[in-house]
Antibody, heavy 119, light 107 residues
Framework: EVQLLESGGGLVQPGGSLRLSCAAS????????MSWVRQAPGKGLEWVST??????ITYYADSVKGRFTLSRDNSKLYLQMNSLRAEDTAVYYC??????????????WGQGTLVTVSS | EIVLTQSPATLSLSPGERATLSCRAS??????LAWYQQKPGQAPRLLIY???NRATGIPARFSGSGSGTDFTLTISSLESEDFAVYYC?????????FGQGTNLEIK
């Protein structure tokens, strides 16, 4: 059974940093690209970032490029978020990708971790 | 960036009725479109990928169709657990993007 468990969310001041983690199990982690998708309160879904299975290629939404860094190690996915802004406030979902070529769809999702950026 | 427009924003139907949800892309995305269901307080769940393929464990009452710019998600006979928000997503090019959602509510 595929399981994705996010952690690391919380309250942070504007300009601050936070690192999100996602622990994956139940599938061959290194064989799949992984992603983060976020959802602001009461809003729709927004793709944030994707990393290839071997970690060599990363993709970022323009809204986070230069501020967020996605990495992976063994069966964990990390999202380093710097220079946080109020508009980054959202539930962040870790998602396993499906499909045989990038870009991807998202076939399994974690339950999400809430990031709140506020003074 | 490809913009996906979903219609209607809200759809009010009764259990047993047929639901038809639409997603229109601002440019052609071939068949690289997926549909997700999201219930309050839960993560999204993949229903359909590449326009017409049901994901693992998805009931046969869910079907997808379309290609190019116009896509449809059909739920043949609504059950109580189907009332939720539905999103489409394109994976034709970067950045992959989502529609704004259709809220399927009980009439």
């Amino acid at each position: 059974e595929v399981q994705l468990l996010e952690s690391g969310g919380g309250l942070v001041q504007p300009g601050g940093s936070l690192r999100l983690s996602c622990a994956a199990s139940g599938f061959n982690f290194g064989a799949y690209a992984m992603s983060w998708v976020r959802q602001a309160p009461g809003k729709g879904l927004e793709w944030v970032s994707t990393i290839s299975g071997d970690g060599s290629i990363t993709y970022y939404a323009d809204s986070v490029k230069g501020r967020f860094t996605l990495s992976r190690d063994n069966s964990k996915l990390y999202l380093q978020m710097n220079s946080l802004r109020a508009e980054d406030t959202a539930v962040y979902y870790c998602a396993k990708t499906g499909g045989n070529a990038a870009p991807y769809y998202f076939d399994y999702w974690g339950q999400g971790t809430l990031v709140t950026v506020s003074s | 960036e490809i913009v996906l427009t979903q219609s209607p924003a809200t759809l009010s139907l009764s259990p047993g009725e047929r639901a038809t949800l639409s997603c229109r892309a601002s440019q052609r995305v071939s068949s690289y479109l997926a549909w997700y269901q999201q219930k309050p307080g839960q993560a999204p769940r993949l229903l359909i990928y590449d326009a017409s393929n049901r994901a693992t464990g998805i009931p046969a009452r869910f079907s997808g169709s379309g290609s190019g710019t116009d896509f449809t998600l059909t739920i043949s006979s609504l059950e109580s657990e189907d009332f939720a928000v539905y999103y489409c997503q394109q994976r034709f090019n970067w950045p992959c993007s989502f529609g704004q959602g259709t809220n399927l509510e009980i009439k």
